[in-house]
């Protein structure tokens, strides 16, 4: 097995002492990407593995790189509703108005997965409601087809 292979092996165990000796040994690692184009930002927090994105944004990782379908790790954490890790990548600078080739943002993710404590984050960093996905929706949008009374409040400006 390669050292790349091996290295997003690790991540997915949750591994930190052999990821660390990994970076360690080839630090270009951390720019490596997977079969998938995932960079190790991106699945770190896709695994919900908080200490291992700290480590990883540490050791340089770009908060803002796209995965194979264009998703940032912001955009991924806003799908799973990690709150802890979308706190984290958004204080490491990720671009809350980032878009993917589908044209959603991570306000957009927040709000169609029902994640009302980080539609607030993103928006208190600077969201913006505007963006429309390729369907032509916006955040606003995906809070009315999903029925989502707080959302809905939170984006109209009265949440």
Do not use: W
Not at 17 to 24: E, G, H, N, Y
Not at 69 to 93: D, H, Q, R, Y
Not at 127 to 145: E, F, V
Request: glycine residues 8%; contains cysteine; hydrophobic residues 40%.
């Amino acid at each position: 097995m390669d050292n790349t292979a091996h290295f997003f092996d690790e991540i997915r165990k949750g591994n930190l002492p052999k990821i660390k000796t990994l970076i360690a040994t080839e630090p270009n690692l951390i720019h490596a990407r997977d079969s998938r184009g995932s960079t190790s930002l991106i699945l770190a927090s896709y695994y919900d593995f908080l200490e291992i994105t700290d480590f990883l944004l540490e050791s340089g990782a770009v908060v803002d790189e796209k995965d194979g379908t264009g998703n940032t790790a912001l955009m991924g954490v806003c799908f799973k509703g990690f709150i802890p890790l979308a706190k984290k990548l958004i204080e490491n600078g990720a671009n809350v108005n980032e878009r993917n080739t589908m044209g959603s943002s991570p306000l957009i993710y927040a709000v169609t997965f029902n994640r009302p404590e980080i539609a607030q984050m993103l928006l208190a960093k600077g969201a913006d409601i505007a963006i429309k996905d390729a369907r032509g929706n916006t955040a606003l949008d995906h809070a009315k087809l999903q029925g989502s009374p707080a959302l809905i409040d939170l984006l109209e400006g009265k949440g």
